[in-house]
């Protein structure tokens, strides 16, 4: 029986079955990915990139390099490769609009009288994210550093949480920004590109985190951002993820997702509907993580 291959024409590079198996296999032990038979040319165009950037002839030397011990960093980067980090400030508005109204205030009624509060942003990728919650808090709460509220912002890519940590973008990825936040919370770095001011930054703990593996993270959390990071998981990693989120959101507290995904599984009964893709904790039931 001759071995099933995908080599488009004009490509030095063949898949065979095994291959693509092998690497679906990886990528959904190590990261929760769901790659089905219909994403093979997709991962066959990502990952051939990365076979040319090693100077590799076949994907069974990219199997054997990923195999062998030390390969993290190369496991990161074929995760980068197959994943899309596109993303920009305020991305679906109607979300912060709902976190301005609905959770902002008693967040900060909280501070005042001397409480924590946290929020998350899980899933951060170049940092749009946890940036924009951060604007969003100070445009209601100048002072807000003074208090104990901080933004958690985690990813999986140590490469892509460098470049959110450092909050260095293009004038292009800078246009998204109302001019009162760019005027006041960024300035001119070098060229045509913009740094987040400290004063945000001040507010934002940055960390390394895989969300298939053990948390280190209690909460509670008054609001948690997860947007656009169940697409790639399974749907049994998916329901996992939500189950996991319930006891580290307190009562009443938000969650947004992304605008194709949904809430599925045991989860659904403590997570309410409360908005264009956000979920309200609606009891004190505690959720086996």
């Known amino acids: 029986m001759t071995m099933a291959t995908t080599r488009p024409p004009g490509e030095e590079f063949m898949l065979k079955d095994s291959e693509f198996a092998a690497i679906a296999d990886l990528a959904r032990r190590n990261f929760g990915l769901d790659l089905q038979p219909a994403k093979r040319p997709l991962v066959y165009s990502r990952l051939s990139r990365r076979l040319r950037a090693l100077k590799l002839g076949s994907f069974s030397q990219y199997l054997s390099l990923l195999d062998k011990p030390g390969s993290e960093v190369e496991q990161m980067e074929m995760l980068s490769a197959l994943t899309t980090n596109v993303t920009h400030f305020f991305r679906e508005d109607h979300h912060f609009e709902q976190f301005r109204k609905e959770v902002l205030p008693n967040a900060i009624a909280r501070a005042k009288q001397g409480g924590r509060v946290r929020f998350w942003s899980a899933g951060c990728s170049a940092g749009q994210e946890p940036y924009s919650i951060a604007f969003s808090l100070l445009d209601a709460m100048?002072?807000?550093?003074?208090?104990?509220?901080?933004?958690?912002?985690?990813?999986?890519?140590?490469?892509?949480?460098?470049?959110?940590?450092?909050?260095?973008?293009?004038?292009?990825?800078?246009?998204?920004?109302?001019?009162?936040?760019?005027?006041?919370?960024?300035?001119?770095?070098?060229?045509?590109?913009?740094?987040?001011?400290?004063?945000v930054k001040e507010l934002i703990s940055f960390a390394e985190l895989n969300l298939v593996r053990e948390w280190p993270i209690s909460g509670p959390f008054q609001a948690i951002f997860c947007r656009n990071v169940a697409i790639y998981f399974g749907k049994d990693t998916q329901m996992q993820l939500w189950s996991r989120f319930v006891p580290v959101l307190e009562p009443g507290a938000l969650l947004f997702i992304g605008h194709s995904e949904r809430i599925t599984g045991p989860a659904s009964s403590d997570l309410q509907s409360a908005g264009i893709t956000s979920y309200r904790r609606s009891s004190t039931k505690q959720v086996t993580r």
């Open 142 to 199: 100048p002072d807000a550093a003074d208090y104990d509220i901080k933004i958690l912002a985690t990813d999986v890519d140590p490469t892509i949480l460098a470049r959110a940590r450092q909050g260095d973008y293009g004038e292009d990825e800078i246009q998204s920004l109302k001019d009162r936040f760019r005027k006041q919370y960024t300035c001119r770095a070098t060229g045509e590109r913009y740094a987040i001011s400290g004063a």
